[in-house]
T-cell receptor, first 112, second 113 residues
Framework: GESVGLHLPTLSVQEGDNSIINCAYS??????FIWYKQESGKGPQFIID?????DKRQGQRVTVLLNKTVKHLSLQIAATQPGDSAVYFC???????????FGGGTRVLVKP | EPEVTQTPSHQVTQMGQEVILRCVPI?????FYWYRQILGQKVEFLVS????????KSEIFDDQFSVERPDGSNFTLKIRSTKLEDSAMYFC???????????FGQGTRLTVV
C-alpha cells in the first residue's frame, strides 16, 4: 500500500553545498523518469528528465542519475541556492504524452 | 513564457454541491491532464484527455467526475456531488505532443465543508 502522512523526508543543506535527492521507483516499464520541483503554493515545475536507456543526464546545475539495476533515481543540485528550497518529486511515465506517476516528495531546505 | 492558467484559485463548497474547475491550457498543447494533491501527500493522476476524449483515467476518477473542453480552449473538471475527501489541490497540466515536459497550472484549492 501507499504510505500516507503529512511529513515529508527533509534534506537540510548549506547554501553553496551540493544536494542529492533520491528516489526509488517500481515500474521497470517506464520510458522516462522526471524530476519536478514544487514551491509552496505552486504547481510542480519540470526540472529535468532522463530516458530509460540512459544512466546520466546533465542540465544547468542539475544532474540526474538512473540506476536501473536497483531501480534508483537521483537528482544532484550543484551549489544549492536559497531559491532551490522546495519539495522535489520524482515521476515516471511510459511514454511522452502519457500520465505521470509521482513518487513521494523530498523537502529541501537551504540554510544561509 | 506561456503558462497554464487555472480558476478559481480557491473554492469552498458544501458537501453534495457541484463544482467546476477551469483550466486554460497553453495554446499549442494537445495533451491535457488533471491531477490532485491532498495536503502533504504526493501528486495523483486523475485523468488524461487527448483529441477531445479521455485517454486514461485513474480509480479516483469515478462517475462523480467528468472533464470536457466545451469551447475548444477551456478544459474543465466537474465534480458532481462533492465529498469531504475531495478536498485537495487540483492541478491542470498540459503537454505538447511528443514532449515529456508537462506544464502545471498554479492549482485550485478545493475545500469541501
Amino acid at each position: 500500500g501507499e504510505s500516507v502522512g503529512l511529513h515529508l523526508p527533509t534534506l537540510s543543506v548549506q547554501e553553496g553545498d551540493n544536494s542529492i535527492i533520491n528516489c526509488a521507483y517500481s515500474n521497470s516499464a517506464s520510458d522516462y523518469f522526471i524530476w519536478y520541483k514544487q514551491e509552496s503554493g505552486k504547481g510542480p515545475q519540470f526540472i529535468i528528465d532522463i530516458r530509460s536507456n540512459m544512466d546520466k543526464r546533465q542540465g544547468q546545475r542539475v544532474t540526474v542519475l538512473l540506476n536501473k539495476t536497483v531501480k534508483h533515481l537521483s537528482l544532484q543540485i550543484a551549489a544549492t541556492q536559497p531559491g532551490d528550497s522546495a519539495v522535489y518529486f520524482c515521476a515516471e511515465n511510459k511514454a511522452a504524452g502519457n500520465k505521470l506517476t509521482f513518487g513521494g516528495g523530498t523537502r529541501v531546505l537551504v540554510k544561509p | 513564457e506561456p503558462e497554464v492558467t487555472q480558476t478559481p484559485s480557491h473554492q469552498v463548497t458544501q458537501m453534495g454541491q457541484e463544482v467546476i474547475l477551469r483550466c486554460v491550457p497553453i495554446s499549442n498543447h494537445l495533451y491535457f491532464y488533471w491531477y490532485r494533491q491532498i495536503l502533504g501527500q504526493k501528486v495523483e493522476f486523475l485523468v488524461s484527455f487527448y483529441n477531445n476524449e479521455i485517454s486514461e483515467k485513474s480509480e479516483i476518477f469515478d462517475d462523480q467526475f467528468s472533464v470536457e473542453r466545451p469551447d475548444g480552449s477551456n478544459f474543465t473538471l466537474k465534480i458532481r456531488s462533492t465529498k469531504l475527501e475531495d478536498s485537495a489541490m487540483y492541478f491542470c497540466a498540459t503537454q505538447i505532443q511528443g514532449n515529456t515536459e508537462a506544464f502545471f497550472g498554479q492549482g485550485t484549492r478545493l475545500t469541501v465543508v
